[in-house]
């Protein structure tokens, strides 16, 4: 079965420090891999996508992930956090047999300690 | 360019009424999906459209939920005989093609409240 995990529901940082947010995924097939913010009250917005092309992304806000087919994870990062960056975060796993299946993760939500 | 719209922002019905969401997709892009967020948890699917095709019903969670789409214009929701357990957050995306490396838009979504 094909399927994305999101390891942390909530992780916590101080502002200035580094952010990591995990995310496994298994699949038969070369998948899209994406990342999507949702702040408090507001829609889903995309931070970056992988689409089998340079393994490492860029993103908004200064986040990027890194495409691991060996360990089948796609994990985002940004090298500072701010306290903007408060928010809920989906990974995303597009492709597999079918076009129309989408599967989100669970969704890590992100507190920004001053 | 505009983005994805969905109407009312927010609905408060009672329980039993019959309601009724609203999507307007980007123009031109072909693919829509309706999703359900409950408070604090994830993404639901519920219903996907492409086209001309048959919609892929597979996420409906009971019989008193359908969805319509025209052409690749606007789709509507309809939640029948609400339930209290049906109070969640209703978002629509759109995307331009079927493929998988195209992403989602996301509209705002329709917060609906049972009482």
């Known amino acids: 079965a094909q399927s994305v995990t999101q390891l942390d529901s909530h992780v916590s940082v101080s502002e200035g420090t580094p952010v990591l947010l995990r995310c496994n995924y298994s699949s038969s097939y070369s998948p899209s891999l994406f990342w999507y913010v949702q702040h408090p009250n507001k829609g889903l917005q995309l931070l970056l996508k992988y689409t089998s092309a340079a393994t490492l992304v860029k993103g908004i806000n200064g986040f990027e992930a890194e495409f691991k087919k060996s360990e089948t994870s796609f994990h985002l990062t940004k090298p500072s956090a701010h306290m903007s960056d408060a928010a809920e975060y989906f990974c995303v796993v597009s492709g597999y047999s079918s076009a129309s299946k989408i599967i989100f993760g669970s969704g890590t939500r992100l507190s920004i300690r001053p | 360019g505009a983005g994805v719209s969905q109407s009312p922002s927010n609905k408060v019905t009672e329980k039993g009424k019959d309601v009724e969401l609203r999507c307007d997709p980007i123009s031109g892009h072909t693919a829509l999906y309706w999703y359900r967020q409950r408070l604090g948890q994830g993404l639901e699917f519920l219903i996907y459209f492409q086209g001309n095709s048959a919609p892929d019903k597979s996420g409906l969670p009971s019989d008193r939920f359908s969805a319509e789409r025209t052409g690749e214009s606007v789709s509507t929701l309809t939640i029948q005989r609400t339930q209290q357990e049906d109070s969640a957050v209703y978002l629509c995306?759109?995307?331009?093609?079927?493929?998988?490396?195209?992403?989602?838009?996301f509209g705002p979504g329709t917060r609906l409240t049972v009482t």
């Open positions: 995306a759109s995307r331009l093609a079927p493929g998988e490396s195209y992403e989602q838009y």
